[in-house]
């Protein structure tokens, strides 16, 4: 299938094109190897949030702080 019979198909369908191929590559990770930044970066990340234990913010908090600066 080429893009353009893609963007013709209805929304629906799309997201649900989206939705599947999303899930094959989710079960797929291993497939995906991380660069050595990619690598140091997620531990860096992982070590500061092992130190204070800060689970950030309820998404609803910060989807409302977003709709407020729009």
């Known amino acids: 299938m080429n893009m353009t019979a893609l ?3 209805p929304v629906d369908q799309r997201l ?8 094959s590559i989710a079960a797929d990770q291993g497939a995906l190897k991380l ?3 990619q690598r140091r970066e997620l531990d860096k990340r992982l ?3 092992e130190a204070d234990r800060n689970p950030g913010r309820l ?11 729009l």
């Open 7 to 9: 963007r013709n198909l």
């Open 16 to 23: 649900h094109l989206v939705e599947e191929l999303w899930d």
């Open 35 to 37: 660069t050595d930044a």
């Open 47 to 49: 070590d500061a949030y």
């Open 59 to 69: 998404l609803e908090d910060v989807l409302l702080d977003i709709r407020h600066r």
